[in-house]
């Protein structure tokens, strides 16, 4: 198997579970661990230095979620990449499951435990030095929100990964254009992100991010600066299901039953790779349930668009 078919099959596993795993519980972020799929792929199918029966070897490379609410995301590569059984992905959210909402390091493979955004960096940021000062040369990889880099503690996190020359750390931004309750230009404005991190010192590479070649080429780009680097990833929210796509409706729903779950699996049945299998209906859904008329469905749902209060239109 070639590692291109490799990770597309990952990240529609990714997908598939991540559909399941919001729908058994009930809930929330499916958007965002749509449009993130792609990049957790790549990195465990092709980029990654970890051994699932190994999960504490010590040059391993670490990897953090830092926007910690796609947290599903991360269980459903590690399941299936060996570091525990994919049957366990049905109890996500549910009580005493090891799967809580967000990720948590009580989970073989998980390095440390997110939700509270800004801090993924800094804690990368931190291994990194610690890896420094003692010679090693595992790489730290910190998947975070763009939302998320509102955050002050970024941008302290970046000032110091210059600082201290962390050419190891990648940090990988899903750049999915949305946050909240809005798009991220409507919610504070990041305005020229990339020279943003550029000004900060860091190597900036601005792709694709739901591209697996052009995350694979960035992954292998390399630096002779002594600089941290990190990849702008363009996304879309919701990516593979197309009624979820950029519609800030699905960072807090979950696919309910009826329309909403069958219309989901059947879509991601079309873009199924080949030599997948779905674990849970195999040939897809007989007769899936169609959307209903006057269903609320490509509608914007932001809260520039239902909620106009006076002071937000003046100058």
């Known amino acids: 198997m070639h590692n291109d078919s ?3 099959q990952l990240a529609w596993l990714i997908r598939r579970h991540g559909v399941e795993m919001t729908h058994l519980s009930g809930g929330s972020h499916i958007g965002a661990i749509l449009s993130v799929a792609d990049i957790v792929a790549v990195l465990y199918a ?40 994919v049957e366990e992905l049905k109890t996500h959210y549910q009580n005493g499951s090891r799967l809580s909402g967000h990720v948590s390091h009580h989970l073989p493979g998980v390095d440390f435990s997110t939700g509270s955004l800004g801090h993924g960096l800094s804690a990368g940021a931190r291994m990194t030095y610690a890896a420094k000062k003692d010679h090693e040369k595992y790489k730290v990889y910190v998947v975070l929100g763009d939302g998320e880099c509102d955050e002050g ?7 110091f990964a210059n600082q201290y020359r962390l050419s190891n750390l990648t940090a990988i931004v899903d750049h999915n254009m949305m946050q909240s309750l809005d798009f991220c230009e409507k919610t504070i404005e990041l305005g020229d992100f990339a020279g943003k991190w550029s000004s900060f010192g ?26 941290p680097t990190v990849i702008i990833a363009d996304t879309v929210k919701g990516c593979g299901i197309p009624f979820m796509e950029n519609d800030i409706l699905w960072h807090y729903r979950f696919p309910h039953d009826g329309w909403e779950y069958d219309q989901a699996v059947t879509l991601l049945h079309k873009i199924k790779p080949e030599g997948v299998a779905d674990p849970y209906t195999p040939d897809g859904i007989a007769n899936p349930t169609p959307v209903p008329e006057g269903a609320d469905i490509y509608n914007d749902h932001t809260t520039t668009a239902t909620w106009h209060p006076a002071w937000m239109q003046e100058g």
């Open 202 to 227: 860091w190597n900036v590479l601005e792709i694709n991010g739901n591209d697996h070649d052009e995350l694979r080429k960035a992954f292998a780009t390399k630096f002779d600066n002594g600089k």
């Open 153 to 159: 503690s970024v941008w302290e996190a970046a000032l």
């Open 6 to 8: 490799k990770s597309e």
């Open 46 to 85: 092709d980029i990654l230095n970890v051994d699932c029966n190994n999960p504490e070897m010590e040059d391993r490379d670490r990897f953090i979620l830092s926007k910690g609410h796609a947290g599903a995301s991360i269980y459903a590569a590690l399941a299936e990449t060996g570091f525990f059984p």
